[in-house]
């Protein structure tokens, strides 16, 4: 099974993410957690380079780096994973890439960004997608104190922008599961708990 996590920085995804996969572990599922971008050592390489805030880099490129570092993961982590029947949680993925690059850069048409999405994750879709939904504004206050990386960097209008790519996400894709990520951890945890039917 295949749960992906998505959502403006300050969410609470890693949170959630460690409370989901402690329950699963409870329950006896073998769970893996990776990131994006990230989780193999071409894929940390290439996240060093897209996070660096003294790199200029053409969105174009940077959609095709993300999209790289995808690729490796899916090819060496998650598709032995699954194939093994593992419960493989992802701190973003593709979605991302539709909220980031597609709507917030417009690097390319968003036709293209879904077929090259496609292409980087090996035509695995996740089975479950939770978006821990936040307003800018709340994302601002909780993440005031931490430094910016190269993305973070981007700018308001960059990132009023992703929120509606991932609100468009929410109303086109049934495997979305919207959660009002302003409650509590508790909240949102018992919620998110509510979706998993091995649970
Ligand atoms: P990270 O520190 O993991 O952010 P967060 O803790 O919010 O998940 O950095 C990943 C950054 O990369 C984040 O700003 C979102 C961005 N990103 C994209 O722009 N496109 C993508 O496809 C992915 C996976 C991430």
């Known amino acids: 099974m295949l749960i ?20 699963l572990q409870k329950a ?30 053409d969105p ?15 090819a ?16 973003r993925f593709y979605d991302s890439t539709t909220a980031y690059q597609g709507y917030g850069r417009g690097s390319l048409p968003l036709e293209q960004v879904h077929q090259i999405n496609t292409v980087a994750s090996h035509s695995i879709a ?7 939904k936040l ?4 994302s601002a ?9 190269r993305m973070e960097k981007s700018g308001e209008a960059f990132f009023r922008r992703v929120i509606q790519g991932f609100d468009d996400l929410a109303e086109q894709e049934d495997r979305f599961v919207t959660i009002d990520a302003s409650q509590s951890q508790d909240q949102v945890h018992t919620q998110i708990v509510e979706h998993i039917s091995i649970l």
């Open 4 to 23: 992906t996590f998505e959502g403006i920085d300050g969410s609470g995804k890693s949170t959630q993410i460690e409370l989901l996969k402690d329950k």
């Open 28 to 57: 006896g599922h073998k769970v893996v957690v990776l990131r994006e971008p990230g989780g193999t050592d071409i894929s940390e390489l290439i996240r060093g380079m897209l996070l660096n805030p003294e790199i200029e880099i």
């Open 60 to 74: 174009v490129t940077e959609l095709l780096l993300f999209s790289s570092a995808r690729s490796q993961l899916m």
């Open 76 to 91: 060496e982590k998650v598709k032995p994973l699954l194939a093994e029947n593992a419960v493989v949680i992802l701190d």
């Open 126 to 132: 996740p089975d479950l997608t939770f978006y821990l």
């Open 135 to 138: 307003s800018l504004e709340e």
């Open 141 to 149: 206050k909780r993440t005031a104190h931490m430094q910016k990386d």
